[in-house]
């Protein structure tokens, strides 16, 4: 069973806040992700980490940020928060292979009114 | 550019069997990965397939053709507690992944 947390589960917020959804695992990971995903629509990649002090930008990065100064924690911060970032967002982390599964936290429900 | 196709929904019975195509363009090509998510919970690891064949996992199995950028997921002896999208996702020359839009697979009794 995965061991990856995700808070607050949902948040409504108003347009122009800054908000932080938080990530922990206790699986040691050294790989961790945020991803956006809408209804029946794919997974795309906001950003990533292969371990302490490494961070990436994935396909949906401008608009937020990441920081990973301890492993098991990946906290994604959006600065001014929009509508258009109303969406569930999904952290993940894998074991040190390029191959590993992703184990999924049960994700935040944002919306920005 | 990269892309995965699969279909959007696809309906069963209960006790039959069903097959989940999917099929990539990736830059490089380094596995396939299966996954299940039900409605408005986190994705649940299901396959790996890497090498050509088929990887049989209890009622689960998955079978990959590389050359023809191929998958598909079988399920047998279906169950309503199989009623969940099922997403394709397949990893890049830089092992990263590139995922499907899923497919919702409905069970009917």
């Known amino acids: 069973e995965a061991d990856i947390y995700q808070t607050p589960r949902y948040l409504v917020i108003g347009t122009g806040k800054k908000i932080t959804l938080e990530c922990s695992q206790t699986m040691g990971h050294d790989k961790m992700y945020w991803y956006q995903q809408d209804p029946g629509m794919e997974l795309h990649l906001i950003h990533y980490?292969?371990?302490?002090?490494?961070?990436e930008k994935g396909d949906l990065s401008s608009e937020s940020t990441v920081s990973r100064i301890r492993t098991e924690h990946f906290p994604l911060t959006l600065e001014s928060a929009r509508p258009s970032h109303t969406s569930q967002y999904l952290c993940?982390?894998?074991?040190?292979?390029?191959?590993?599964?992703?184990?999924f936290g049960e994700g935040s429900r944002l919306t920005v009114l | 550019g990269q892309n995965i196709d699969q279909p959007t929904e696809m309906t069963a019975t209960e006790g039959a069997i069903v097959q989940i195509n999917c099929t990539y363009q990736t830059s490089g090509f380094n596995g396939l990965f299966w996954y299940q998510q039900h409605a408005g919970e986190a994705p649940t690891f299901l396959s790996y397939n890497v090498l050509d064949g088929l990887e049989e996992k209890g009622r689960f199995s998955s079978f990959l053709s590389r050359s023809k950028g191929y998958s598909y997921l079988l399920l047998k002896e279906l169950q309503m507690k199989d009623s969940a999208s099922y997403l394709c996702?397949?990893?890049?020359?830089?092992?990263?992944?590139?995922w499907g839009a899923g497919t919702k697979l409905i069970i009917k009794p």
């Open positions: 980490s292969y371990g302490v002090n490494s961070t």
């Open positions: 996702a397949a990893t890049d020359s830089n092992y990263q992944l590139i």
């Open positions: 993940a982390s894998s074991a040190g292979s390029d191959t590993g599964e992703l184990f």
